[in-house]
């Protein structure tokens, strides 16, 4: 029944205050009700005179929250199988060397600008200053610990190559704190990656490499044994995948969010089936420890290194012999592109499978076997990742055209032969050459230079506030081609820039010479 408004004129002065009156005592006693309840529920010692269906509909309510879930159960599964991995070096310290005891742990060139940035944690130096062996601060024998992980019953267990590096003596730990004796099988410094065999045994616990791919977000458990102090876990999640952090041509991390520290290298990172979805390997820290961005190596790369190291003791990669370069936005728009994708190459290494399958300098590839290859690092995982000796098929943008390149692979040689830094040679003093003002850039045919070679252009003088000294250019690089067209002489560099101009091109593709290799860099144009 709906309530109708009363109409306060129609009664007398006095009934309408008495009416007042009425309503002003339960507006009150309609307060003190309330109040009672929220006393009530801050003080549950009171009389159960103020006791409501609905309290205790919340009572049930919280009653059936649940507890949050933790990770005891994975833990206690897959802990047995890490191990701790000592190591003893006497080699080093028979010879003094003092670089042993350096914190050089980093996964970068000594003197790198990003060596200071990115530390390891494992190896010789997996233990801070004052905990590692030797008097004097390791004038004696090098020990190091770092972690690692049993992948079969029969003793095989997986770490980090830069863990294991030069042992004369490894030695691992479970964690029911038994010590073995174990023997380095192979290892693979391109991947970081090592096999250690630990033999007496057919029943030790192992864990199991994931068949799966992380994804980003996922929960992630790092077990290992951090600064020696034992088997820790920690948790964390996925923070990203694919990364890239400069540590060679096979680089393809996942990163995760879980504190890990020197002593965790080659530790496993647990998702939540209980499987190893990576092998921890290098942390991002300016100050050497935790700041939570770790980076592991994906389990596929682990299947497929082990089982070479386990088959052969080494790892056989495929070869093509280009030197490539990511295509950029710039050099897309220079090659006529839609989309800045593929391996640009920069050279093709002489008597290499991809030279003789006529393959090109400024040749794109976009595909290998039918599969595209979004860039220069995916090409060189793609085909590090197939045997020596298999056929493959390239598709391949060649001066605007789409061709298909059958090929043979080769076997991607251990060492990298010298090449002669031309930075370094005697040019018999650069000349002031000719200048190219719509560039920055002042050469002088190279065959007018000392040590410069008989091709190209030599750079003689870059303007700082240029394009081309935005892009890398300095004194006595080399220029190949402009363009796509080889050039002897400063009037052929204008006349190749001149080209580009007419057909809209915004940048101009030059093939350029420096420290002994080659690479193409895309020079904006210059308008009027």
């Known amino acids: 029944m709906t309530e109708r408004p009363v109409d306060l004129s129609k009664f007398p002065s006095t009934a309408r205050r008495s009416l007042f009156s009425a309503r002003k005592f339960a507006l009150m006693a309609s307060v003190v009700a309330g109040l009672g309840a929220a006393v009530y529920g801050f003080a549950p010692q009171q009389a159960d005179i103020f006791t409501s269906a609905a309290h205790a509909q919340v009572n049930t309510e919280v009653r059936k929250v649940e507890r949050p879930i933790g990770f005891a ?41 990003m060596e200071r940035f990115f530390r390891r944690f494992g190896g010789p130096d997996g233990l801070p200053p004052g905990m590692r062996g030797g008097p004097r601060g390791g004038r004696g024998p090098v020990t190091g610990q770092g972690s690692g992980f049993f992948i079969s019953a029969d003793g095989f267990a997986v770490t980090n190559n830069h863990v294991v590096d030069g042992a004369d003596k490894v030695e691992v730990t479970m964690d029911d704190g038994k010590t073995y004796t174990a023997k380095v099988i192979g290892t693979d410094p391109r991947t970081d990656l090592a096999l250690i065999k630990v033999a007496g045994r057919t029943d030790f ?74 092998v921890n390997t290098a942390i991002y820290s300016p100050s050497g420890g935790s700041v939570g961005i770790a980076f592991s190596i994906p389990a596929s790369t682990v299947k497929n290194v082990i089982a070479q190291l386990r088959d052969k003791g080494t790892v056989s990669r495929g070869w093509i012999g280009v030197q490539i370069q990511p295509v950029t936005s710039d050099i897309a728009d220079s090659l006529g592109m839609k989309k800045a994708e593929g391996a640009l190459v920069a050279e093709p290494q002489a008597n290499g499978p991809a030279a003789k399958a006529g393959i090109q300098s400024g040749d794109v590839i976009t595909a290998v076997n039918g599969e595209p290859v979004k860039d220069a690092k995916e090409l060189a995982r793609t085909i590090g990742g197939l045997a020596p000796g298999n056929a493959v098929k390239l598709n391949v943008l060649q001066k605007g055209q789409d061709k298909v390149v059958n090929l043979t692979l080769g076997q991607l040689p251990n060492t990298i032969e010298a090449k002669a830094d031309t930075d370094k040679d005697d040019k018999g003093g650069l000349s002031k050459g000719t200048g190219v003002p719509k560039l920055g850039l002042t050469v002088a045919p190279a065959n007018s230079v000392a040590g410069a070679g008989r091709e190209g252009v030599v750079v003689t003088e870059v303007d700082p506030k240029s394009a081309a000294a935005e892009r890398g250019f300095k004194e006595g690089d080399v220029i190949l ?32 010479k420096s420290g002994g290799s080659s690479r193409f860099v895309a020079v904006p144009l210059a308008k009027g």
């Open 73 to 113: 159960d994975i833990v206690e599964r897959v802990k047995p199988s890490v191990i701790s991995v000592k190591i003893n070096i006497a080699e080093k310290a028979s010879k003094g060397d003092d670089s042993a005891n350096k914190d050089d742990d980093s996964p970068f060139q000594p003197g790198s600008p």
């Open 205 to 278: 616990p192992f864990a199991k490499l994931s068949d799966s791919k992380p994804r980003i977000g996922d929960w992630v458990l790092a077990v290992g044994n951090p600064f020696g102090l034992g088997g820790t876990v920690t948790a964390g999640i996925v923070s990203a995948s694919g990364r890239d952090i400069g540590n060679g041509p096979y680089d393809d991390f996942i990163q995760i969010d879980a504190p890990v520290n020197k002593g965790n290298s080659g530790g496993p990172a647990f998702d939540t089936n209980g499987e190893v979805m990576g």
């Open 481 to 512: 081609e402009v363009g796509g067209k080889s050039v002897a002489s400063a009037g052929e560099v204008r006349e190749a820039i001149d080209a580009a101009r007419t057909d809209n091109k915004n940048s101009v593709l030059m093939r350029v």
